[in-house]
């Protein structure tokens, strides 16, 4: 990350966190979360290199899970939590009446609010972001009860891995019991689409990642992978003919964005199969793709952007069956006000036992 970019916007971000906020009153429809882990992605790093256009001052974390501090009555009763409870938020606060709202798919909210990316906070009461030990519940904030028992590492993967796993490889991607399926990339989201084919059937679950992902292919059986195969050292298409004895796959899900491996997806599936592409190759990458193909082979490819509520929950559901080891993700933990060098292991490829990082503020 540039130097200089990096040096403003991060020293901004903390003195943000530093500044003593009036603590927000709550009123009856929302509520403050006391902030117990944050999860960094790659959204936050392009925000810090400028690559992600973001209002400013921004307080990041869009990846949320803490405990209720305090919640108004009509929040506590439409949430169905109380103080104390351990909670998952989910990012974005839709408006409800744009028309994606009323359609029912408000994460593409033409007026949405947002914790992390979307609200800066000059906007009162300032706390919109989860790098920060506490955080503003706003009015219509969708917020998640934690299940008893379950540790608040897997509950923040609940919102964004897991969660973006059932979206993308059962929701859009439709698998369905008895099918073969491929996942490309074996990092936090493309072991969670392992486990999600897994639990729902599978007959035969190929992952496939690069050489320097050295942990996430070791664990990659664990999540379900009856295959795993390493690209650049290995012929995947050739691979995978043979792990589903010359059918192909029924569901490829590139988690990658990388444009190879989504070219090479259209060679893993079969004919009429589907092709999930979740990875972002960056705006300003062209992906020139074989459209004969496509057309010849009737290939369905669903581009897949987010998660909704009904996939949170499904999350959980999966996440409590403890069928699939989701805290082993959780590779490295660092303060807040280490946030420089946690942005600094999201980018670094060359940890290879690096898979989901997370601050504890």
Same mark, same amino acid.
């Given at each position: 990350?540039?130097? &200089?970019?990096?040096?403003?916007?991060?020293?901004?971000?903390?003195?943000?966190?530093?500044?003593?906020?009036?603590?927000?009153?709550?009123?009856?429809?929302?509520?403050?979360?006391?902030?117990?882990?944050a999860g960094i992605c790659h959204t936050d790093v392009?925000?810090?290199?400028?690559?992600?256009?973001?209002?400013?001052?921004?307080?990041?974390?869009?990846?949320?899970?803490?405990?209720?501090?305090?919640?108004?009555?009509?929040?506590?009763?439409?949430?169905?939590?109380?103080?104390?409870?351990?909670?998952?938020?989910?990012?974005?606060?839709?408006?409800?009446?744009?028309?994606?709202?009323?359609?029912?798919?408000?994460?593409?909210?033409?007026?949405?609010?947002?914790?992390?990316?979307?609200?800066?906070?000059?906007?009162?009461?300032?706390?919109?972001?989860?790098?920060?030990?506490?955080?503003?519940?706003?009015?219509?904030?969708?917020?998640?009860?934690?299940?008893?028992?379950?540790?608040?590492?897997?509950?923040?993967?609940?919102? %964004?891995?897991?969660?973006?796993?059932?979206?993308?490889?059962?929701?859009?991607?439709?698998? %369905?019991?008895?099918?073969?399926?491929?996942?490309?990339?074996?990092?936090?989201?493309?072991?969670?689409?392992?486990?999600?084919?897994?639990?729902?059937?599978?007959?035969?679950?190929?992952?496939?990642?690069?050489?320097?992902?050295?942990?996430?292919?070791?664990?990659?059986?664990?999540?379900?992978?009856?295959?795993?195969?390493?690209?650049?050292?290995?012929?995947?298409?050739?691979?995978?003919?043979?792990?589903?004895?010359?059918?192909?796959?029924?569901? %490829?899900?590139?988690?990658?964005?990388?444009?190879?491996?989504?070219?090479?997806?259209?060679?893993? %599936?079969?004919?009429?199969?589907?092709?999930?592409?979740?990875?972002? &190759?960056?705006?300003?990458?062209? &992906?020139?793709?074989?459209?004969?193909?496509?057309?010849?082979?009737?290939i369905r490819l669903q581009g897949v952007f987010s998660?909704?509520?009904?996939?949170?929950?499904?999350?959980?559901?999966?996440?409590?069956?403890?069928?699939?080891?989701?805290?082993?993700?959780?590779?490295?933990?660092?303060?807040?006000?280490?946030?420089?060098?946690?942005?600094?292991?999201?980018?670094?490829?060359?940890?290879?036992?690096?898979?989901?990082?997370?601050?504890?503020?």
């Amino acid at each position: 990350m540039p130097d &200089t970019v990096e040096a403003m916007v991060l020293t901004e971000a903390r003195e943000l966190v530093a500044r003593e906020f009036p603590r927000p009153e709550v009123g009856p429809d929302d509520g403050l979360l006391r902030v117990e882990i944050a999860g960094i992605c790659h959204t936050d790093v392009d925000i810090v290199t400028g690559g992600y256009p973001t209002p400013l001052p921004l307080i990041m974390g869009h990846e949320i899970v803490g405990r209720i501090e305090e919640v108004g009555a009509r929040a506590a009763r439409r949430w169905g939590v109380a103080t104390g409870d351990r909670v998952v938020v989910e990012p974005m606060v839709a408006c409800g009446a744009c028309p994606y709202c009323t359609a029912g798919d408000s994460r593409f909210c033409d007026n949405a609010d947002g914790y992390g990316t979307v609200t800066s906070s000059d906007v009162a009461p300032h706390l919109w972001g989860a790098y920060s030990p506490l955080m503003h519940l706003a009015p219509g904030s969708v917020v998640h009860r934690v299940p008893a028992g379950m540790s608040a590492e897997t509950g923040m993967l609940c919102t %964004v891995a897991i969660a973006n796993a059932v979206q993308w490889t059962l929701a859009r991607g439709g698998v %369905v019991q008895g099918h073969d399926v491929v996942v490309q990339g074996v990092g936090p989201i493309g072991l969670c689409c392992v486990a999600a084919a897994r639990a729902a059937g599978a007959r035969t679950v190929i992952a496939t990642g690069l050489p320097r992902d050295v942990l996430g292919r070791e664990l990659a059986p664990d999540f379900g992978a009856d295959v795993v195969v390493t690209a650049g050292e290995q012929d995947v298409v050739e691979a995978v003919r043979i792990a589903t004895g010359g059918r192909l796959a029924d569901v %490829v899900v590139d988690t990658t964005g990388s444009p190879q491996a989504l070219r090479t997806s259209l060679d893993l %599936v079969r004919r009429t199969g589907t092709v999930v592409s979740g990875g972002v &190759t960056g705006k300003d990458v062209l &992906t020139p793709l074989p459209m004969d193909v496509v057309t010849l082979k009737e290939i369905r490819l669903q581009g897949v952007f987010s998660f909704d509520s009904s996939a949170v929950r499904r999350a959980m559901a999966l996440a409590e069956t403890g069928r699939f080891p989701f805290e082993r993700l959780v590779t490295h933990r660092f303060d807040l006000h280490d946030a420089a060098a946690a942005l600094a292991a999201v980018s670094n490829h060359d940890l290879t036992d690096r898979l989901k990082v997370v601050l504890v503020p």
